[in-house]
């Protein structure tokens, strides 16, 4: 699996814009990013994935450059309940279910009021 | 919306009890997943079952640790003899069929082994 960097914290301010990137320099042609977050006390969740250019769903944007050597995930109009630890993960996940995730330590995103 | 519900939320043990954490993954789901998060620290995969079987498994997943799922519904992780670095937040997950699919996590059991 490609090694991945992301800011370790990250601070915001309510109805921001917030983009966080993650630099995945050994990213593998059959890789997908996939981003995860991750309240205290609670389970990750899936936000977004995607494979190259931009994906958007109701909750984020993911862009992704044609060299896919990085990607950021975009939250629009943040707010205090977006305060979160947030993973990049690169991969690709057979559909043998035989692949566990591998979490990096994630970008701690604090949103202030 | 569907969801991994996980039992007991928290469980408090003594060094060398045995342990047994339980999940309810998402019905039509095929593959499941342990996860454990000592406090403080990254998420870490433990073990992965499909086929009711292991499919892959982590160095952390050592002998004191076994998966069943004993009938249609329920998937547990058993800690033989419980160690106090096995105190963490356990999650469990499940996927349903095909590549890249996403996985749903459970909200975690609270292990602390005392």
């Known amino acids: 699996l490609a090694k991945t960097t992301q800011p370790i914290s990250m601070d915001s301010y309510e109805g921001q814009e917030v983009n966080i990137t993650c630099s995945h320099n050994?990213?593998?042609?059959?890789?997908?990013i996939t981003w995860y977050q991750q309240f205290p006390s609670q389970g990750p969740r899936f936000i977004i994935q995607g494979y190259k250019t931009k994906v958007t769903n109701e909750v984020a944007s993911l862009f992704i450059p044609a060299d896919r050597k990085s990607s950021t995930l975009s939250l629009p109009r943040v707010s205090l309940s977006d305060t979160a630890v947030y993973y990049c993960l690169v991969g690709v996940y057979s559909g043998g279910g035989a692949d566990g995730l591998t979490f990096g330590k994630g970008t701690h995103l604090i949103i202030q009021p | 919306e569907p969801e991994v519900t996980q039992t007991p939320s928290h469980q408090v043990t003594q060094m060398g009890q045995e342990v047994i954490l339980r999940c309810v993954p998402i019905?039509?789901?095929?593959?499941f997943y342990w996860y454990r998060q000592i406090l403080g620290q990254k998420v870490e995969f433990l073990v992965s079952f499909y086929n009711n079987e292991i499919s892959e498994k982590s160095e952390i997943f050592d002998d004191q640790f076994s998966v069943e799922r004993p009938d249609g519904s329920n998937f547990t992780l058993k800690i033989r003899s419980t160690k106090l670095e096995d105190s963490a937040m356990y999650f469990c997950?499940?996927?349903?069929?095909?590549?890249?699919?996403?996985?749903?996590f459970g909200q975690g059991t609270r292990l602390t082994v005392v």
């Open positions: 019905s039509n789901h095929l593959y």
């Open positions: 997950a499940s996927r349903e069929r095909g590549v890249n699919t996403e996985a749903f």
């Open positions: 050994n990213i593998a042609t059959n890789d997908y």
